[in-house]
């Protein structure tokens, strides 16, 4: 159980272009889905927490406009990265944690990462 | 935000060899997982640790948890190669707290 998906896996895009990645917790309900971002051997970057509903809390210094995060339901947070150039090509992963209350409330279970790659 | 310091940031060794990976903060927290990485894909839950003093086994892995449950331990016994990857602890307080991480290679 506590399984997370992300799309695409991996995905190569031209400079001035949109990215739109998805997160789903496939076998649980998450309230917090969380975005990092990751450089090679580095630990995780957080860069928003996102709670079904509501707008996400984004970490200082990650641009809000440029990251759009949409969490739509409890299975499903999307990041999308606006007119991404190549300094924004990186790993990004997603996690999510389950309701309140619920025994998966304190843990993170995290997506297998999507790897950008801006031309 | 980063309260857990993790010590050592990156190591090599032989396989056969033991190994221990530390977690330490000033902070308490509620339960601390750990996890492990390969690279290309997301990071996997090891363990979680709930109660000070605590001691899980996991095959070849020992974890502790700390009798104040400010710090943890991750101890490796007989590396393998496949041990190789990035390890993570995450301590839960009143959000997720993420280590530095430790980058182990383990060459055959």
Known sequence: ?119 | TQLLEQSPQFLSIQEGENLTVYCNSSSVFSSLQWYRQEPGEGPVLLVTVVTGGEVKKLKRLTFQFGDARKDSSLHITAAQPGDTGLYLCVGTGNQFYFGTGTSLTVIP
């Open chain 1, 1 to 119: 159980g506590a399984v997370v998906s992300q799309h695409p896996s991996w995905v190569i895009c031209k400079s001035g272009t949109s990215v739109k990645i998805e997160c789903r917790s496939l076998d649980f309900q998450a309230t917090t889905m969380f975005w990092y971002r990751q450089f090679p051997k580095q630990s995780l970057m957080l860069m928003a927490t996102s709670n079904e509903g509501s707008k996400a809390t984004y970490e200082q210094g990650v641009e809000k406009d440029k990251f759009l995060i949409n969490h739509a339901s409890l299975t499903l947070s999307t990041l999308t990265v606006t007119s991404a150039h190549p300094e924004d090509s990186s790993f990004y992963i997603c996690s999510a944690s389950g309701l309140a209350g619920g025994p998966l409330v304190d843990t993170q279970y995290f997506g297998p990462g999507t790897r950008l790659t801006v031309l």
